[in-house]
């Protein structure tokens, strides 16, 4: 499906490998790594390099530091974090392709891993400024992307570099690309989507593309409100996107002239406001209250979604079914996290909320495939050219 080179085309013993990854993972406020997986999942390409006698160094970004050196953003958690995954030394240098960067890579031995400080502690990473990206290039042999989550972002270590190095895919983002690709290219049918959230105009192109290859869409959240709204139905006070209406309603159209089903919820948890201790009463879609607000899916909608899981060979699920932030209002995005857990179909979860209510539940090892980025990962199912991923094919 990708016009790209792999880590395996290359000869990669003795040579400086430029490896971006995605370690922009959550701390808690004492600074510790709350969620680890993002670095375990690039533990297979850094094993890799290392027996292949590459010496590899590591561009990564945390957080949003915006073009400053701020220590709250500093990648020292990760560098200890990766050091007890590796079972080896890793040095995180002070600065980004600096002088102390440049003193340790001369340095280095076949298997060394070397870290850079924070990337975006630098202008011109999110500028994708060609200066900083031929520094970052000047480094390396080889500039390798394994940085999913980032490869919808156009900035030097993501895309800009690439035009100065030889360069390719790491093996997490073969991986992501082959599971997401193929779910698109050829799933094994039925083939169920659950769609959640709330920004339906984030959405709204994912949902139109995956109408052309799913069976049926089932939509919660806040999102299910403009649909239903588009059916003509009372929501009361829940949230709507009133200039998406027209567009939720062409949508419905084009998924019945696709055979396609877009299975709505048929009922609610419904509260008076927007609160975590709110008092609610569960209604259906008829008889939705004129002063009430949807604030999750009801136990006849987790029924009926559980159904379709049930009988697909293939699911795909992004987005949150309710306020699940608020315990209260989690169990329609928690009970359809535990019927994927235990579906016979093909199971991935794309990012965001819903990846993080299955860790929640530790049921991470009962799904098939946990996308490691939300945004990039809805981006390629929509049919977005990924920056990312251009920079690296377009070589060829
Ligand atoms: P998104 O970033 O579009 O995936 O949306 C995630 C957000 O949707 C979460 O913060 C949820 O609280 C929110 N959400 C889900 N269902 C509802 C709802 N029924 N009403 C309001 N917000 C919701």
């Given at each position: 499906m990708?016009?790209?080179?792999?880590?395996?085309?290359?000869?990669?013993?003795?040579?400086?490998?430029?490896?971006?990854?995605?370690?922009?993972?959550?701390?808690?406020?004492?600074?510790?790594?709350?969620?680890?997986?993002?670095?375990?999942?690039?533990?297979?390409?850094?094993?890799?390099?290392?027996?292949?006698?590459?010496?590899?160094?590591?561009?990564?970004?945390?957080?949003?530091?915006?073009?400053?050196?701020?220590?709250?953003?500093?990648?020292?958690?990760?560098?200890?974090?990766?050091?007890?995954?590796?079972?080896?030394?890793?040095?995180?240098?002070?600065?980004?392709?600096?002088?102390?960067?440049?003193?340790?890579?001369?340095a280095?031995?076949?298997?060394?891993?070397?870290?850079?400080?924070?990337?975006?502690?630098?202008?011109?990473?999110?500028?994708?400024?060609?200066?900083?990206?031929k520094?970052?290039?000047?480094?390396?042999?080889?500039?390798?992307?394994?940085?999913?989550?980032t490869?919808?972002?156009?900035?030097?270590?993501?895309?800009?570099?690439?035009?100065?190095?030889?360069?390719?895919?790491?093996?997490?983002?073969?991986?992501?690309?082959?599971?997401?690709?193929?779910a698109?290219?050829?799933?094994?049918?039925?083939?169920?989507?659950?769609i959640?959230?709330?920004?339906?105009?984030?959405?709204?192109?994912?949902?139109?593309r995956?109408?052309?290859?799913?069976?049926?869409?089932?939509?919660?959240?806040?999102?299910?409100?403009?649909?239903?709204?588009?059916?003509?139905?009372?929501?009361?006070?829940?949230?709507?996107?009133?200039?998406?209406?027209t567009?939720?309603?062409?949508?419905?159209?084009?998924?019945?002239?696709?055979?396609?089903?877009?299975?709505l919820?048929?009922?609610?948890?419904?509260?008076?406001e927007f609160?975590?201790?709110?008092?609610?009463?569960?209604?259906?879609?008829k008889?939705?209250?004129?002063?009430?607000?949807?604030?999750?899916?009801?136990p006849?909608?987790?029924?009926?979604?559980?159904?379709y899981?049930?009988?697909?060979?293939?699911?795909?699920?992004?987005?949150?079914?309710?306020?699940?932030?608020?315990?209260?209002?989690?169990?329609?995005?928690?009970?359809?996290?535990?019927?994927?857990?235990?579906?016979?179909?093909?199971?991935?979860?794309?990012?965001?909320?819903?990846?993080?209510?299955?860790?929640?539940?530790?049921?991470?090892?009962?799904?098939?495939?946990?996308?490691?980025?939300?945004?990039?990962?809805?981006?390629?199912l929509?049919?977005?050219?990924?920056?990312?991923?251009?920079?690296?094919?377009?070589?060829?």
């Amino acid at each position: 499906m990708f016009n790209k080179q792999t880590l395996k085309d290359f000869e990669l013993k003795g040579k400086k490998v430029l490896l971006r990854v995605d370690f922009n993972v959550p701390l808690n406020s004492n600074l510790q790594i709350t969620n680890d997986k993002r670095i375990r999942e690039t533990l297979p390409t850094i094993n890799y390099l290392i027996e292949q006698g590459a010496k590899i160094i590591i561009v990564s970004h945390l957080g949003r530091p915006e073009g400053k050196v701020k220590a709250e953003f500093s990648l020292k958690p990760v560098a200890e974090r990766l050091r007890e995954l590796l079972k080896k030394p890793v040095i995180l240098t002070d600065d980004v392709a600096g002088p102390d960067t440049f003193k340790y890579v001369r340095a280095m031995k076949e298997g060394d891993v070397v870290m850079m400080e924070n990337v975006r502690f630098d202008p011109g990473e999110e500028a994708n400024d060609p200066e900083f990206a031929k520094k970052l290039a000047s480094l390396a042999d080889i500039y390798c992307n394994d940085a999913f989550g980032t490869m919808h972002r156009a900035h030097a270590s993501t895309t800009k570099v690439a035009e100065y190095l030889p360069s390719c895919a790491g093996l997490l983002v073969e991986k992501e690309l082959s599971v997401l690709g193929g779910a698109l290219e050829n799933p094994a049918r039925p083939f169920v989507v659950i769609i959640g959230g709330a920004k339906v105009k984030d959405k709204i192109a994912l949902i139109s593309r995956l109408i052309e290859v799913a069976d049926a869409v089932l939509i919660g959240g806040a999102m299910a409100y403009t649909f239903l709204r588009a059916q003509g139905h009372n929501v009361g006070k829940s949230i709507i996107e009133k200039d998406k209406i027209t567009l939720a309603r062409l949508l419905l159209e084009k998924a019945k002239t696709q055979n396609v089903k877009i299975v709505l919820p048929v009922d609610h948890i419904v509260t008076g406001e927007f609160s975590f201790s709110a008092d609610y009463v569960v209604s259906t879609t008829k008889k939705f209250p004129r002063t009430g607000m949807g604030m999750d899916i009801g136990p006849k909608t987790i029924k009926l979604f559980e159904h379709y899981i049930n009988k697909a060979k293939t699911v795909f699920w992004n987005g949150p079914l309710g306020v699940s932030e608020f315990q209260r209002f989690a169990t329609g995005t928690n009970e359809i996290a535990k019927t994927l857990a235990n579906a016979k179909a093909y199971t991935i979860v794309g990012g965001g909320d819903s990846a993080k209510a299955i860790e929640q539940l530790n049921l991470q090892n009962k799904i098939d495939f946990v996308s490691t980025g939300g945004g990039a990962a809805l981006k390629l199912l929509e049919g977005v050219a990924l920056p990312g991923l251009q920079a690296i094919s377009e070589k060829l």
